[in-house]
């Protein structure tokens, strides 16, 4: 029998972050950085203006006020993208607008709403502080600066950063294809009419959610039935289009499972009994050309827990992700419950609480008993180590995060 800690540690062994690909920047939304970005420029590049107004030196409004205003000779105006070289005469001002290059010697804006939109002369009734409503060079962004880490995900804010500097392609790892495969013949659509011995494929829907949710791109295969042939075919068609390949159900030792049978010929599986409740028989290994395949159980509660603890980390690592572990947080159970010994435990809890006063994890079904309502009722994961056999209310365990 296989630790937790072994069986992930295989798991990772067959997982290889996919070589990057330098894309465009439509194309690499949803995607992982491969390398670091590095600004070639200042954002912005010059002073500008951050406010439609009149650009001025502050000295020349000290003393402005309603009571006392002060009045300029406009002398220019500056449009957003103009490239003249202005120069501001001391106590003039230049209609400005918001984005537009600051005139040299000018240091302040002053909107319009505290002048009176003077054309040719301009009233201000209200004074400016030097650098007021100016965005200076390089405050954004500096030259040399990394904008951009090596594992951030690329999403539309960073794609605005992107934009603006000026880059139209970056190099990624490319979102891995996830395929999903369920087996058994008692499987049927949800939708269909059920008929007594059939059950409605959970684990193809909810298993390639999970894949969506870690950032693969999921390919849900309908299910297939427990028979050599036809399994045998449907995953040698799939290899071409899988950088990683799941398979549920067929795990039992009861005649009619196939799936060891058929994956022995293609490629390096191995199955065991891992130490975690729920799950129990898991397979690992490889097919074809080294595509990581993960063999999970046909129970919906194990099978999604198995993908959380063992498959979610090695998509999120083929994808290039630096944080491939779900984050976790200490919480005090509100009940007590056996743990079975030498098992490492997942009890799914809802979490309430707040950092400055503690959390709190309510189990959503009997510990031990594994209800699908119970999971999808959950937003953490409770791990209940080996050594543990009785928890009592109170106790504090680790408690996996789902909905972050």
Not at 277 to 303: E, H, N, W
Not at 307 to 317: A, D, G, I, K, T
Request: proline fraction near 7%.
């Amino acid at each position: 029998m296989r630790t937790v800690a072994e069986h992930l540690s295989a798991c990772l062994e067959v997982a290889h972050a996919a070589e990057p690909l330098d894309v465009v920047l439509s194309d690499a939304v949803g995607t992982v950085l491969a390398a670091d970005i590095v600004s070639d420029v200042d954002m912005p590049p010059a002073n500008l203006a951050g406010l439609d107004g009149y650009a001025v030196r502050a000295k020349d409004c000290l003393s402005a006020s309603p009571a006392t205003p002060v009045v300029l000779d406009v002398i220019d105006a500056v449009r957003a993208g103009d490239v003249r070289r202005t120069h501001l005469v001391p106590g003039t001002a230049v209609l400005i607008d918001s984005g537009a290059p600051m005139p040299i010697g000018a240091d302040a804006v002053v909107p319009w709403q505290f002048t009176d939109r003077g054309e040719a002369q301009v009233t201000i009734n209200r004074k400016v502080n030097a650098g007021q409503r100016v965005r200076m060079l390089g405050e954004d962004v500096e030259a040399g600066a990394t904008v951009l880490s090596k594992g951030s995900r690329i999403g539309a804010r960073q794609v605005a950063l992107l934009a603006s500097l000026g880059h139209q392609r970056v190099a990624v790892h490319p979102v891995p294809r996830v395929v999903v495969v369920s087996i058994g013949d008692e499987l049927i659509e949800p939708g269909q009419r059920a008929e007594p011995g059939d059950v409605y494929d959970a684990n193809g829907h909810a298993l390639s959610t999970a894949v969506a949710d870690a950032g693969g791109q999921p390919f849900r295969v309908s299910a297939v039935p427990d028979e050599y042939h036809a399994l045998t075919e449907t995953l040698e068609d799939q290899l071409v289009r899988s950088d990683l390949l799941i398979t549920t159900g067929g795990l039992s030792v009861g005649q009619g499972d196939t799936v060891k049978e058929v994956l022995s010929p293609l490629g390096t599986v191995r199955f065991d009994t891992v130490a975690m409740s729920p799950g129990r028989q898991l397979g690992v290994g490889t097919l074809g050309d080294g595509i990581p395949v993960f063999c999970l159980p046909g129970d919906p509660v194990s099978a999604q827990m198995a993908f959380e603890v063992f498959v979610r980390p090695v998509l999120r690592s083929i994808a290039g992700w630096q944080d491939i572990h779900r984050p976790s947080l200490p919480a005090a159970v509100s009940t007590s419950w056996s743990s079975p010994a030498g098992m490492r435990e997942f009890v799914p809890v809802q979490l309430a609480g707040a950092p400055s006063t503690g959390y709190q994890a309510h189990p959503t079904q009997a510990p031990g008993v594994q209800t699908i309502s119970g999971l999808a009722y959950a937003n953490a994961i409770a791990v209940v180590p080996e050594e543990v056999t009785q928890v009592n209310a109170g106790t504090q365990l680790h408690c996996l995060l789902l909905d972050m």
